[in-house]
């Protein structure tokens, strides 16, 4: 299953900006963030696929989740203004992200490519 991240869990578990000027992600696996809304029809298409992706690859990857309503703040360091807005974060190397709802086809691709994870 995805882990709803705070602000607190998020500094320690993909990205402390109080540390590191430079993007240095801090998880030992590679990671799927989804910043999302309770509200949202989209977020709500994208969510039972990505607790289908943590399944799978389970003990490969994290899957996480950030209510942007509760965490406005976290929100808007990243500059997020809509959602779903899903970071793909490898192990090592720049954060790549996707706007909208995104198909399992999409998000299995990323998790090949982007991520690296098989």
Request: glycine share 6%; hydrophobic share 40%; with cysteine.
């Amino acid at each position: 299953m995805s882990e709803k991240l705070n602000l607190e869990g998020f500094k320690t578990k993909v990205f402390n900006w109080e540390a590191n000027k430079e993007w240095k992600y801090e998880g030992d696996l590679p990671a799927i963030i989804d910043f999302y809304a309770d509200w949202c029809g989209p977020c709500k298409m994208v969510s039972p696929i990505l607790d289908d992706v943590a399944k799978r690859y389970e003990g490969k990857l994290h899957v996480y989740k950030v209510n942007t309503e509760e965490e406005a703040e976290l929100a808007s360091m990243f500059d997020i203004t809509s959602i779903p807005t899903i970071f793909f974060v490898p192990a090592v190397g720049e954060p790549r992200f996707a706007l909208g709802a995104l198909p399992k086809a999409e998000i299995e691709k990323a998790v090949k490519e982007v991520l690296k994870v098989e």
